[in-house]
Every structure is written in structure tokens, then in C-alpha cells.
């Protein structure tokens, strides 16, 4: 894929290893503003982290000699985190969130680091990145990590999950620049890699996606629920979400898949079942609002200092509090959908609700039913609202109180990951209780869900009897989920 700007680097790219390349016109405009910043340089003038030390030593004012070894060193004196690595995809997410804020030309990095950056990609290599430990004003600690492999420091991940520990020279993968010796980090460059928050940006980036399909079956299986259940229809008209478009339309969209009902068990199914249009909206309002988030931290100015207008303009980029309020806020809408669900799921285990069998056993009293199932969510729904726990709160003094507050987006950024993990897991607790109550009513599949329960019976055989249901859960979470 040719990338001409920033924005050629989508969605797509988070788990597209496909090769990119940067343009010619890219580059060119990369090597005109990294001459710019060469040029400003040579004044002499102090430039935090340049030439001068960083955070509670940013007084101290570097020779020529220490300026010439000093990115190198940002990053080796900052990689201080370990394992639990952060998993392949979310490590290239860093990456490719790095990548695009440098090509917007803020940082005044080189055409070669960018390209470094591509080559990296493209490798199939991806950093040795430390899930938690990042307790800094911005992403320093994680970020050494990320992109100290750029110098030979630090650690890889090969394709095959083998952790390769770098021992001075960069991995042989990332080829030797045009000069045809290895790449070495030019002025500024370092304290650019570990600027800002491309970190949480990226991993909340990728999880937009996952989130937004996540909801999208959410829909699916609280629809095909209130079929089983006969749910009257009245709260998923969609004259009751006036002033909501959001709303409106999720209503609309689950009446149009669980159909019509002429024959109600009761005049009002269980409140988990009415409210399953509020919800879901609520999740659907909560990612796109930190898609907004996301858009924002891509295209704003993140890089300190930056190089706005020929000037070097020290900045906040690094506080990334609307990303990590926007993730906290995704999380609390997943652990309440994931509530819901799991109260769905209780219910359906009821004869009283379903008409069915007791927890949809074939042969309740020797056999267990679901019972067990509904445990499973129950005890993610109970780590879903610990996670719920806002992430910006609980500041502490770093750096001799240089640094005396941080957002923690990064950990947010975690966070959502685990809460999208948990809120699958319970989804797929309902979605097999949902598929039980189907086989045992003998109910018609509505023809809106009936490809979706069709693909559920692609990897769930009919249970008619006691069995180890987590292997039908995991793939339910695999390939259908």
C-alpha cells in the first residue's frame, strides 16, 4: 500500500501485515521539514530533550559530544518495563499509531526513521512491549520499548511468538538504510519515539473495531432472547426512541430481527429484556464517542516539542485524558450490557420465563443444563465492573515532582482490551443459552437470525445431554462472537 498522508494509514493497517511504502511525495515533504528542523537546531537555543536533559534535568544543557549519543539513550535508560508483553496486534498498533503522527510532520523526525518505521511493520517483527509499568505523565516506559528495537535495544517478537533479545544491533529484518550502514537516531529523534500517546491511541484504535462488531451481535442475540421468550414487542417500537436517533434505529433493528409476536407470554417480559434497545445504544453511543477520541489524538498535536511554524513549541500531547475518559466510559457501557446479559441468561434458565425445561436441560435433575454456563458469566461480569474503575484517578508524584499528574491512558487503553475479552465471553454465555432455548422450544428462527443461529450450529453440536460446554464456548467467542 503507497501512503501519500497520514490518513492512508487506516483501520485496516492495525492487522493488515501487507507491505507499505511511503511515497516519494511523503518523503519529500518529511525531508523538507526535517531540514527545517536541522536549521532551528543549529541555534543553539535550548530544545527540551535535545540538548538538553529531560524532565527534573531539563536545565541541564548538553555538550555536542553528550547531544550526539543522547536519543540513543532516552530510549535505553527508560526501557525498565518486562513481561506480560502486550499481544502481536496490539504491539502493532503502537507502531502504526507512531508512524502516523510522525507524518504529519509535528515531530520533524526524519524520512528514514519513518522509513525504519515501515520496515518494521512490513517485517512481521513486532516489539517486545510491556502491558502495564507505564506510570509517567505520558508513555515513555512502553514507548523505550516499542522503539528501541529501531537501535538494538530491547527485544522482538517473531511471527511464531518467539521473543528475540537484541543485544546492540537492530534485527536483520529492518534493512540497512541508503547509506548502507545501520540507522542511527539523528537530532530530536529519540524524545520524538517516546513523545505523546501513540500507545494508548493505537490500542484503542484497534479496539473501536472489535467493539463496534461486539455490539453488532449484541443486538443479534438480545433479539433472538426475546424471541425465545415471547417477549411483547411494545418496547422496541421504535416511536418510543423520539429524540434518539440513535435509539430509533436500534429498536428498529430489533423488532425487524426477533419479527412480530401476535401471542405474548405476559404483558411485560423481565426489565433485562425491555431495556436491550437502551443499552445497546448506550455501548454504540460509547464507541463512537471514543472513535472521536481516537480521530482526535491522530491529527492533533501530540508531539513535545513540537515544531509548529518553523518554532519549537513545548506542548501537553502527552496528557491523554480524553482518550483514557472516552475508554473508561466504553468500559462501563460494556460491563452494563455484559449485566444485562448475563441477567438475560438467569432468566432463561427460569420455566417461569421460557415455558421451557429448568435450566435447559434436557432432562432436568440428572442432567446440569446451562447452570454452570450462567456461573461462567457471573464471574466475568464481576471483573467487568472492577475494571469499571475510572483510570485517571489515583495521580502520583514522578520524576521530583516534575511530573504530578498522569492520565494513564495507557492502562486504560488495557482496560478496554480486557472489559471487550470479558463482555465476549459473557455474550457468548447467552448465545448458547439462546441456542438451547431455540432447540428445546422448537420455536422458528425469525428470518433476520437465521443466519446468524446458523452460524452458531456450524460449530456448536445440539446439546442433549451433560458436556464439557467451555470448548463450545470458546468457539462461539472464536468465530462467531
Known sequence: ML??????????????????????????????????????LRSGNPVYGVNTGMGALS?????????????????????????PWLPRDEARAVVVARLRTFLTGDAGVSAELCQQLVALLNS?????????????????????HAFGPLVGIGAVVDPDATIRYLTGE?????????????F??????????????????????????????????MSLVAAAAIVVVGANRDPYNPLCGRGDDVLTAELARILELAGPEDEPRS???PVSFRVAGHVISHARRSVARLEEAVERALNGVTDSPAFLDAEFVGTAGFHGIDLAAHCDQLVAALAHASEVSAARLHRLLDPAVTGLPAQLAHEPGPQAGLVAVHKRAVASVHSLRRLALPSAI?????????????????????????????????????????????????????AGLREFLESVANVVPLIEADRPLGVDLQRLIEEVI
Do not use: M
Request: proline fraction near 7%; charged fraction near 20%; aromatic fraction near 2%.
Open 170 to 182: 537492530p534485527p536483520a529484518e529492518l534493512h540497512p538504510n541508503s547509506t548502507g550502514s545501520d
Open 394 to 446: 489515583g495521580s502520583t508524584e514522578t520524576s521530583n515532582g516534575q511530573e504530578d499528574v498522569q492520565s494513564f491512558s495507557w492502562e486504560a487503553a488495557g482496560g478496554l482490551g480486557e472489559a471487550v475479552r470479558l463482555s465476549r465471553e459473557v455474550l457468548a454465555c447467552e448465545l448458547l443459552a439462546v441456542y438451547q432455548a431455540f432447540a428445546l422450544s422448537k420455536r422458528v428462527v425469525p
Open 59 to 83: 536545565k541541564v544543557r548538553l555538550t555536542e559530544l553528550e547531544q550526539a549519543i543522547h536519543q540513543r539513550n532516552l530510549l535505553l535508560g527508560r526501557a525498565v518495563g518486562g513481561p
Open 3 to 40: 501512503i501519500n498522508h497520514p490518513e492512508d494509514l487506516g483501520p485496516e493497517q492495525l492487522t493488515t501485515p501487507g507491505p507499505l511504502e511511503l511515497s516519494a511525495d511523503l518523503v519529500e515533504r518529511l525531508t523538507a521539514t526535517r531540514a527545517d528542523v536541522l536549521s532551528a
Open 184 to 217: 542511527e537516531l539523528g537530532p530530536k529523534e529519540g524524545i520524538a519515539l517516546l513523545a505523546g500517546i501513540p500507545g494508548a491511541t493505537g490500542r484503542a484504535w484497534l479496539q473501536v473495531g472489535r467493539s463496534r462488531r461486539l455490539v453488532d451481535r
Open 267 to 269: 404483558l411485560q417480559a
Open 124 to 144: 512481521g517483527l513486532v516489539p517486545a512491549i510491556p502491558a502495564g509499568g507505564a506510570g509517567s505523565a505520558g508513555e515513555i516506559i512502553p514507548l523505550a
